[in-house]
């Protein structure tokens, strides 16, 4: 049976902190207590989508444990070129596209200058950074199963606790530049409505990101159907 992947609250919270202090948002102060950084305020001024983008910026140069690190931020961004070729709100195999996503890059290193960049990072290495091509595709499902769905950009299904299937989530579709919600206008009337014992049900076709992005602001999601 499939089931959305629960997120680990702690892994989220490591992985929120992390992104704060690498992008200058928080700081530590001598009394070890967090502190707006320097970039607070132009963050906070951001939308969901460049909120998103520069989530999605960090995960991709975020190399920490993975082995074949002198190729992974290549195939990452080459992996969501991939989903996006393939259209929004399309499940697709995850080992599949990690493989397909291995495959392209494979057969274009000569034209990326790769042999090159190798020599230059590892001229003066003991022990070069070699991986097999399997350890590629492991590092990539990790990617889709553990990075990306914490920045928000995908959906992953699993059967028995490992990563079968995954989608772009609608804000993921709107980082990357697919059509659709960049095209939204306002949000339509009837986007937002209001119980009267003061439960906000909100419809997000109408709605848009944005409009989802101010609600939660201040409401907490119950449940979704979409």
Known sequence: MLFRSPVDPEAALEFVLLFLMDADLVRQDR????????????YDKRGPVDRTDLLLTYVINDLRGVKGSFH??????????????????????????????????????????????????YKYAPLPGLVGPTQLVRDLVDFVDRD??????????????????????RLGAAVLGLPGE??????????????????????????GIELIHEVGRFARREKADF
């Open 182 to 207: 960049e095209e939204k206008g306002r949000p339509d009337q009837g986007a937002l409505i209001v119980t009267a014992d003061f439960e906000v049900v909100l419809l997000p076709e109408a709605g």
């Open 72 to 121: 992974q931020q290549r195939l990452r961004k080459l992996l969501l070129t991939v989903m996006g070729e393939a259209g929004t709100g399309r499940w697709l195999a995850v080992r599949p596209l990690a493989m397909q996503t291995r495959a392209r890059y494979l057969l274009n290193l000569d034209l990326a200058g790769t042999a090159e960049r190798y020599q230059k990072r």
């Open 31 to 42: 009394s070890g207590r967090l502190r707006n950084g320097d970039g607070w305020e132009e």
């Open 148 to 169: 990306l769905p914490l920045a928000g950009m995908v959906e992953v299904h699993r059967e028995d606790a490992v990563p079968v299937a995954v989608r772009l989530t």
